[in-house]
């Protein structure tokens, strides 16, 4: 197994929210039936893992700024950083 490290978590993070951006802005304006049903179960299993991600950033490696770092999370995106929600 691939050890954890800060920067794999910081990069994982910034690919999930530029994926969870990208599929947020193609949901806009449709039906439920339109997106799918495999298309919202993939976006909330994307959603939670990067939640889990954040977390263990946090948590094991005390890290506190933006994850997006150096840009910040969009205030109307699907995602927001801890950092970012209490700004």
Not at 4 to 18: E, H, N, P, W, Y
Not at 25 to 30: I, L, N, Y
Not at 55 to 61: D, G, L, M, T, Y
């Amino acid at each position: 197994m691939a050890q954890i490290t800060q920067a794999s978590l910081l990069q994982d993070l910034k690919r999930g929210a530029t994926w969870l951006d990208r599929e947020y802005a193609k949901q806009q304006g449709q039906t439920w039936d339109a997106i799918g049903e495999a298309r919202r179960l993939q976006f909330a299993d994307i959603l939670d893992k990067w939640c889990m991600k954040e977390n263990q950033v946090r948590f094991i490696f005390e890290y506190q700024g933006c994850v997006l770092d150096p840009k910040r999370c969009a205030s109307d995106g699907p995602v927001r950083c801890d950092a970012c929600a209490y700004v």
